[in-house]
């Protein structure tokens, strides 16, 4: 029986077999837009698992072992075959249709992404979409989701990021609670103020507000609160369009609410602090037509939001 690979061991051929073509680690790190200790870390997986050394390693350089080179020759023939079926079945999807599995941050999702897919979807009638709204660490393989959402850049190597847009914070209130209880002139007043706080369900502790300092350095900015939320940063937006208090979000969360005058922004200069959102897909995982059409769509559609 033919031996099938997952796309993890699939990855790592994938590099071993660039190491082999360019003779360099960090040679073949440039060209694939990685570390070189993230090839190193791979091509000693991918050794422990066969249980033989395929490179001979020396200060200057690297060469293939014999098992190494037997081993290169078969991955080189194996690799063809699979870029050939690629092609094949790429060409005979010339329009982008089936299902399209996405994860996105529920705050991103709801304010950004969910009107997106509208679009998408009525611009490409033969995808189906299954969205799911959550903010934990998805795997790419195991939860069968081609695309995803995520604040900064991800930690793992086998992953491609588009950068989407370096997303800022912004302090919220209601006019009503503005006009009970007076707007804040300094970042020093806040202390005197409802501050409706959010707490990270992961470890139950309150997230600190992100405000620029004097000297513009970001600061993280504690405190106690009356106001609670957990496990969605909407509720905290909701709390504060009823005069509640005060609030912090991503400005885009907030924008509809600003427009229909239900909330006001404040202290702008102490709040100019932003975090950046990627659009994430497997390094190693051949680009279906769908795929292809959302990447192309959604940056798209950001870069002329944010223009």
Same mark, same amino acid.
Request: include cysteine.
């Given at each position: 029986?033919?031996?099938?690979?997952?796309?993890?061991?699939?990855?790592?051929?994938?590099?071993?077999?660039?190491?082999?073509?360019?003779?360099?680690?960090?040679?073949?790190?440039?060209?694939?837009?990685?570390?070189?200790?993230?090839?190193?870390?791979?091509?000693?997986?991918?050794?422990?698992?066969?249980?033989?050394?395929?490179?001979?390693?020396?200060?200057?350089?690297?060469?293939?072992?014999?098992?190494?080179?037997?081993?290169?020759?078969?991955?080189?023939?194996?690799?063809?075959?699979?870029?050939?079926?690629?092609?094949? !079945?790429?060409?005979?999807?010339?329009?982008?249709?089936?299902?399209?599995?996405?994860?996105?941050?529920?705050?991103?999702?709801?304010?950004?992404?969910?009107?997106?897919?509208?679009?998408?979807?009525?611009?490409?009638?033969?995808?189906?979409?299954?969205?799911?709204?959550?903010?934990?660490?998805?795997?790419? %393989?195991?939860?069968?989701?081609?695309?995803?959402?995520?604040?900064?850049?991800?930690?793992?190597?086998?992953?491609?990021?588009?950068?989407?847009?370096?997303?800022?914070?912004?302090?919220?209130?209601?006019?009503?609670?503005?006009?009970?209880?007076?707007?804040?002139?300094?970042?020093?007043?806040?202390?005197?103020?409802?501050?409706?706080?959010?707490?990270?369900?992961?470890?139950?502790?309150?997230?600190?507000?992100?405000?620029?300092?004097?000297?513009?350095?970001? !600061?993280?900015?504690?405190?106690?609160?009356?106001?609670?939320?957990?496990?969605?940063?909407?509720?905290?937006?909701?709390?504060?369009?009823?005069?509640?208090?005060?609030?912090?979000?991503?400005?885009? %969360?907030?924008?509809?609410?600003?427009?229909?005058?239900?909330?006001?922004?404040?202290?702008?200069?102490?709040?100019? %602090?932003?975090?950046?959102?990627?659009?994430?897909?497997?390094?190693?995982?051949?680009?279906?037509?769908?795929?292809?059409?959302?990447?192309?769509?959604?940056?798209?559609?950001?870069?002329?939001? !944010?223009?």
């Amino acid at each position: 029986m033919a031996r099938i690979f997952n796309p993890i061991q699939l990855g790592s051929i994938e590099l071993f077999c660039k190491t082999a073509e360019l003779g360099s680690f960090v040679a073949a790190a440039q060209a694939l837009s990685i570390t070189p200790g993230a090839v190193s870390r791979s091509i000693g997986r991918l050794e422990e698992r066969l249980g033989v050394r395929l490179f001979v390693r020396t200060t200057r350089r690297i060469s293939l072992t014999d098992e190494g080179a037997l081993y290169h020759a078969e991955c080189q023939q194996a690799l063809k075959q699979i870029a050939g079926v690629e092609r094949e !079945i790429s060409g005979k999807q010339r329009e982008p249709g089936g299902v399209l599995r996405v994860s996105a941050p529920t705050t991103y999702g709801h304010s950004r992404l969910v009107p997106m897919i509208a679009r998408f979807c009525e611009a490409f009638p033969r995808v189906d979409v299954e969205l799911e709204l959550s903010n934990h660490n998805i795997d790419f %393989v195991n939860d069968g989701f081609d695309v995803a959402i995520r604040r900064g850049e991800p930690p793992d190597s086998r992953l491609i990021a588009r950068p989407l847009e370096n997303a800022r914070f912004g302090l919220y209130a209601a006019p009503a609670y503005l006009a009970r209880r007076g707007a804040p002139v300094s970042t020093g007043e806040l202390a005197h103020h409802d501050c409706i706080q959010f707490v990270l369900p992961s470890n139950g502790r309150p997230l600190p507000w992100q405000l620029r300092g004097e000297d513009g350095k970001n !600061i993280d900015f504690l405190f106690s609160s009356r106001y609670r939320v957990q496990g969605d940063v909407l509720g905290c937006v909701t709390l504060a369009r009823a005069g509640a208090g005060i609030c912090q979000v991503y400005q885009f %969360v907030a924008q509809e609410a600003v427009d229909r005058g239900e909330l006001v922004e404040i202290l702008e200069t102490e709040n100019g %602090v932003s975090r950046p959102f990627s659009l994430l897909y497997p390094r190693n995982r051949h680009l279906s037509a769908r795929v292809r059409a959302f990447v192309d769509f959604v940056l798209e559609e950001v870069g002329r939001e !944010i223009r």
